[in-house]
Every structure is written in structure tokens, then in C-alpha cells.
């Protein structure tokens, strides 16, 4: 008997592999207890089919990440979305404590384009979209600190009129969750303009710590402005 015939023997050889079973009692089945063997075999194939659907679901999840809270679903942002976009990202107000400021649908255009690919490397931003019935209103970037990529940054946008009704509490409550619990992240940061009220409440209603206050360290819009970091640890989220 040899075990190179057939693909179905090499399977069965295998599957067989992982008993405590000798080579030759194995040979033994094939030969006298065809029946056990392609049962075996059959299990093997059903096991190894069931782990690369499991691993083909986590990439996917990876790669192309959904989170859904009650109202939202936070997911890829593609060009067409690119209407809602600009709507809301070229309001001055939400403009105010951001670095980008787009006057032209262009701009958002390239911005959805330039955005990474690959979900979940380090040293890389995505920006997920905020979707209210299919409607984007709002979208939330995430940054993927350090070359051990356990630490993340976010930063969050809700277009004017959607504004004061808990969509941005729950959009980050959803990733943050998505964060720590499915990617095993160990800390989230946000860095923001001292003077952006509504980004700091949001922040401390959901319990992150005020770390420091770093002075004159960021250069926006031509001039030298603070910047207030606020952090979150796994452990103080799940306590
Ligand atoms: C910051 C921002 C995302 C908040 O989104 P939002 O959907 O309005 O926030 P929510 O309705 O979920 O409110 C969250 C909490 O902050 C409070 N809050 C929100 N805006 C506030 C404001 N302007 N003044 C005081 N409190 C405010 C809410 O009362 C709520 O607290 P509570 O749950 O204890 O009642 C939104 O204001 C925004 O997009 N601003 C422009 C872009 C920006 O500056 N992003 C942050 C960059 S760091």
C-alpha cells in the first residue's frame, strides 16, 4: 500500500496522522476497514474546511471591518459617498478644530482615494464611514500607533445637523468596543484643540483620563496651538 496514489489516501494518511494510531495499523484500515477510514477521512476534510471558513471570516473581518450599534453602521467609505462627505466636512464649524478643510468635492474625492487599503497596519490611518439609514453622516479615523500595533488613535467627525443626538457617543462607543474586544488593541488616545468643548465631553462622558496638555506642540493653520490628550486603557474599559 502507498500512501502517494491518490490525493484521498494522502488526506487519509494525514487525518490519520493526528491519532495515537500506528503507521501500520493505519494501513491496516485502509486495507480492512474502508468504511472507518473514509469516515475519518470525511471528518478531516469537514474539520479543515470548517478552520479556513473561520480564517477567511476573520481576514474579512479585518480587512473590511463592520460595527453596528443600535442606530449606525460604521463601515468602508468609497467614492460614493463622497456627496454626503463634502456636505457635512465642508461645514466651517465642523472645520473649526480640524486639519482638514475641504472647500471642494475634489478634495473629499482624493481623500477617500489616498485612503489606506488594508485595514489594521501599523503606523497607517483609516477612516471608517458613520451610516445613518444608508446616509453617511459622520466618519471616525482610526490610527494605528507603533510597530507592535497595540495602541490607537481616533479622531471623530458628525456632520452639523446630526449633532447633540448621541450619534458620536454611540459610533464611539461601537469602535472602541471593536478595538478592544476583536483587535486586542491595549490603548486608545485622542488628541484635540483645548478649546473643542463638545470632543471633550464626549471623551470624559465615556470615561477617558485627561493625560496632558502639551503646549504650543502643534502647527496649525500658520500658527503653534495645544494639544490636550486624552486616554483609555483595556483594562479601565472592561473594568
Ligand atoms: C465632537 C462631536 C463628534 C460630538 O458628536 P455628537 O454626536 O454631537 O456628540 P453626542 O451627541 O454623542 O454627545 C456626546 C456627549 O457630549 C456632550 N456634548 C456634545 N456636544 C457638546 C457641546 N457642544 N457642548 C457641550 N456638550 C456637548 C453631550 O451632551 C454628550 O454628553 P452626555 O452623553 O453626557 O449627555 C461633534 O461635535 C463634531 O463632529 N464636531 C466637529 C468635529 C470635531 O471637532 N471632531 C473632534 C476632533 S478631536
Not at 52 to 79: F, G, Y
Not at 115 to 136: A, H, S
Request: with cysteine; charged share 30%; proline share 3%.
Amino acid at each position: 500500500m502507498t500512501f502517494t496514489v491518490c490525493r484521498s489516501l494522502v488526506v487519509l494518511t494525514t487525518a490519520f496522522t493526528s491519532t495515537t494510531r500506528p503507521v501500520m495499523v493505519r494501513a491496516m484500515i485502509l486495507e480492512h476497514e474502508p468504511r472507518q477510514a473514509r469516515v475519518a477521512g470525511e471528518a478531516y476534510v469537514s474539520r479543515t474546511l470548517r478552520a479556513r471558513k473561520r480564517k477567511d471570516m476573520q481576514r474579512k473581518r479585518e480587512h473590511n471591518p463592520i460595527v453596528k450599534t443600535n442606530r449606525l453602521v460604521i463601515k468602508e467609505i468609497t467614492t460614493r459617498n463622497a456627496d454626503d462627505m463634502f456636505e457635512y466636512r465642508s461645514n466651517l464649524e465642523v472645520q473649526a478644530y480640524q486639519s482638514f478643510k475641504p472647500r471642494v468635492k475634489t478634495e473629499v474625492i482624493d481623500f477617500i482615494k489616498r485612503n489606506t487599503r488594508t485595514f489594521n497596519k501599523e503606523e497607517t490611518w483609516y477612516q471608517l464611514g458613520i451610516f445613518l439609514n444608508e446616509k453617511m453622516i459622520g466618519d471616525i479615523g482610526i490610527h494605528f500607533i507603533g510597530p507592535e500595533n497595540q495602541q490607537c488613535e481616533i479622531g471623530y467627525t458628525i456632520g452639523q445637523h446630526e449633532q447633540r443626538k448621541g450619534y458620536g457617543k454611540e459610533a464611539v462607543i461601537g469602535v472602541i468596543n471593536y478595538l478592544f474586544k476583536e483587535l486586542n488593541k491595549h490603548r486608545i488616545i485622542a488628541s484635540l484643540d483645548p478649546n473643542n468643548e463638545a470632543s471633550k465631553y464626549l471623551l470624559e462622558s465615556i470615561g477617558f483620563r485627561k493625560e496632558g496638555q502639551f503646549k504650543k506642540s502643534i502647527y496649525n493653520d500658520g500658527k503653534w496651538e495645544d494639544d490636550l490628550v486624552y486616554a483609555l486603557l483595556e483594562e479601565e474599559w472592561n473594568k
